[in-house]
């Protein structure tokens, strides 16, 4: 095990210590009490009006939020100087978490305190600064983030709005259109990109709704999330302030890019609230509802559904809040080299690119898994509008287009990591030679350790073996085409997915055990056995696809061997483990597999 904390992407080459990452068991007293503090917020002020807000009762969402801007839980990541509490990222990724039950509320709400305040955060002036966070802090104003255009979605530089200096250099004149704005239809002050004359990137700046030339459509009826506002946004010879430029001119694109990786994770942090909540319904109903005269709890088939939404959502909570402490980290370093605050964070988000797609990828599919068999579990109830479950399954499916749609987040993963290696920011060429020089003389059975967590370890080991050799497999057979063959990279993100998730578990569980004693230890022992045996099996199919893709059928037996041979985990009693986890999740009638 290697002491030294990972840079981005590293996970593939380096091999972590328990020791290096933050668990959730973590969390300290303050901490804690935020959470708790969200907690109360969304059952006494949102849940009690969630059907209000799904109905856009006029005036309702902004109410709730700028309660909850009363309350200090907009200001916490901005610094105290500007009117807020300067909290740190794991803290504001639990805020997220405990927001994310909110049902289309945490939409608004993690709209207004990510893009739509951050920006200004990170790369606004001094004096923009000054005069818009004290007011985003506490809800006085709240937020927006427009860059979505009708002809520029997941191509955002390929949007047309234009903005021109004024003839006498005070004020840019902006005009486009804008579309899908959450909190469009009430939002004070607005983060709207747009290109600077005929220039080839985008330029940001901050517009507030009383600028002249700006204007708003209807709010959008949606699938789900109906409560959000979301509304198109229209410029015309919209007059602003020359100093409302974010950054500098050309600066836009960047800034984009690194607000939506932010985005990305916080989305990730989102779904664990939601996933709990959507848990304690599920199991709810199963202990309550009949039929042939038992619980349907106490039917396999349903404990087969609960026990893999445990699963899933506890694996995507160890992820989350493993990469939350090392964006913290990396923060810190930057400042301890002189780097100022701003430039601090955004440098360590663009440094973790690779693992906020695939947080976000993750997440997103394990949430939608998680609504989904919550509404088989409900029966024909599921579908119906009485229930929660259903307007959980309706609002999660935003969350797999949300901040990049999972396609470009996939490609983001293999794409990017593949780049960091070949650029040797990372070691990624060293161990490819490694694999190069064993994959063929593989033994024919592999020695696994006697002891449990070594074990795993030797598991992963195998895994980024496993992803390495098919990378290079990619890269020999594709070359510069690798970059539009997009199954390829599809079955490359894939297993990178599974190897972050499944390692990021065993850590967690290794220190759960090893230095916080947690009781009842062998439950989560059952949690990680699963967890790594479908990790494994998931990996392996990814491969098979990229060799059967890409190969003939001389080439095909070698590599198949060495992938049977890296992703082969010792058997057990899957059905068992399950059907513990059911069981505690049963008696317990809710979610209590984190402390938090």
């Known amino acids: ?148 255009e009708p002809g520029a979605g997941s191509d955002a530089n390929s949007g047309t709005t234009k903005a021109t200096l004024s003839a006498d250099g005070k004020h840019w004149i902006i005009n486009g259109q804008k579309m899908w704005i959450t909190n469009g239809g009430f939002a004070d002050v607005y983060t709207v990109f747009a290109k600077v004359d005929n220039d080839r990137v985008l330029s940001a700046f901050v517009v507030e709704r009383t600028h002249p030339g700006i204007s708003f459509g209807a709010e959008e009826h949606k699938m789900g999330i109906k409560g959000s506002s979301t509304t198109q946004v229209f410029f015309n010879d919209c007059t602003i302030p020359v100093e409302n430029m974010l950054g500098k001119r050309g600066d836009g694109f960047r800034i984009a890019l690194n607000i939506l990786n932010l985005g990305r994770i916080k989305l990730g942090a989102n779904v664990i609230g939601a996933s709990k909540k959507a848990i304690d319904y599920s199991v709810q109903y199963a202990n309550e509802r009949k039929q042939f005269r038992q619980k349907i709890s106490s039917f396999p088939a349903i404990q087969y559904k609960l026990a893999e939404m445990v699963i899933r959502a506890f694996a995507n909570e160890s992820a989350v809040y493993r990469i939350s402490k090392s964006i913290e980290d990396a923060v810190a370093m930057y400042i301890s080299q002189g780097m100022d605050k701003g430039n601090a964070n955004t440098e360590a988000q663009r440094n973790f690119v690779v693992e906020a797609a695939l947080i976000k990828v993750y997440g997103s599919e394990m949430l939608d898994y998680v609504v989904d068999e919550g509404v088989q579990i409900h029966g024909g109830m599921g579908f119906s509008a009485e229930t929660q479950i259903e307007r959980m399954y309706r609002d999660s499916r935003i969350n797999r287009i949300f901040e990049g749609t999972n396609e470009i987040n996939r490609m983001v993963v293999s794409d990017t990591l593949l780049k960091k290696g070949l650029k040797k920011e990372i070691a990624m060429l060293p161990e490819i030679e490694k694999v190069m020089a064993e994959y063929k003389n593989l033994p024919a059975h592999f020695d696994f350790s006697s002891d449990y967590y070594e074990r795993n370890h030797q598991y992963i080991g195998n895994f980024k073996k496993a992803v390495l050799l098919m990378s290079k497999l990619a890269i020999d057979k594709l070359g510069n085409a690798l970059s539009n063959e997009q199954e390829v990279l599809f079955n490359l993100a894939d297993m990178m997915i599974q190897l972050y998730v499944a390692e990021s578990t065993v850590l967690r569980v290794e220190k759960m055990q090893k230095a916080m004693n947690v009781p009842n230890i062998e439950i989560y022992k059952d949690i990680l056995d699963v967890l790594m045996y479908e990790a494994a099996q998931k990996i392996k199919k990814a491969a098979m696809d990229e060799i059967m893709g890409i190969t003939v059928e001389g080439e095909m037996c070698d590599f198949k061997k060495a992938i049977d041979h890296y992703t082969a985990v010792l058997p057990f009693n899957i059905i068992a483990s399950r059907r513990r986890i059911a069981a505690k999740l049963i008696e317990d009638n809710r979610w209590t597999f984190s402390t938090y």
């Open 1 to 148: 095990m290697e002491n030294k904390a990972l840079q981005g992407g590293e996970f593939l080459v380096r091999n972590s210590n328990y020791e290096n990452v933050f668990i959730p068991e973590e969390f300290n007293e303050e901490q804690l009490m935020i959470a708790q503090s969200c907690q109360d917020f969304i059952e006494t002020e949102v849940y009690p009006v969630a059907d209000r807000l799904d109905e856009h009762e006029e005036g309702l969402m902004p109410q709730v939020l700028k309660k909850a801007g009363e309350l200090g839980l907009l200001g916490i990541s901005i610094p105290e100087e500007y009117g807020g509490f300067g909290q740190s990222f794991v803290t504001s990724m639990l805020l997220s978490d405990k927001m994310g039950a909110g049902y289309s509320f945490s939409v608004a709400f993690s709209a207004d305190t990510g893009i739509g305040s951050l920006p200004i955060m990170y790369y606004g002036s001094e004096e923009l600064k000054q005069k818009y966070l004290p007011k985003l802090a506490t809800g006085e104003w709240l937020g927006a983030y427009c860059l979505t």
